[in-house]
């Protein structure tokens, strides 16, 4: 899939969130990369050669943990595109749902859920 398409898909996912997601959805970047960097892997905690382990990545201060007086610069999403469609394989419609499922899940960090809870609910 080419990168703009891929993009699209991005957006779509992000457009199609409830506005419950999108209410406090401030201050927040959503890029598309190729691949995680090997600091993207150090954060995550996962060894540099995972690269295909890491599909998103949120950068930032959960809003859970933020104080009443909280700035910083915007937060930070990160979708990897290699790695999506590595996991997705070649069909179109396994590629949108694998977007759709890391854009939820790297939001859901931005809102505090953990990776244990986010698999208990299904979006691990």
């Known amino acids: 899939m080419d990168r703009e398409r891929f993009e699209e898909l991005v957006g779509e996912a992000l457009d199609g969130l409830p506005d419950e997601f999108l209410e406090h959805l401030e201050n927040v ?5 190729d691949w995680p960097s090997a600091m993207d892997l150090e954060e995550a905690g996962l060894p540099s050669n995972a690269r295909y382990s890491l599909l998103g990545l949120y950068h930032g ?20 595109r290699g790695p999506i469609e590595a996991v997705a394989g070649p069909s179109d419609e396994a ?5 759709r499922r890391t854009v939820v ?3 859901a960090h931005f809102y505090g859920l953990s990776d244990d809870r986010l698999n208990e609910l299904g979006w691990g």
């Open 29 to 33: 970047h959503v890029d598309v990369e």
């Open 105 to 107: 899940h790297e939001i």
């Open 61 to 80: 201060v959960p809003n859970t943990v933020r104080g009443a007086y909280y700035m910083a610069l915007p937060d930070r999403i990160s979708i990897y």
């Open 95 to 99: 590629i949108k749902d694998q977007v």
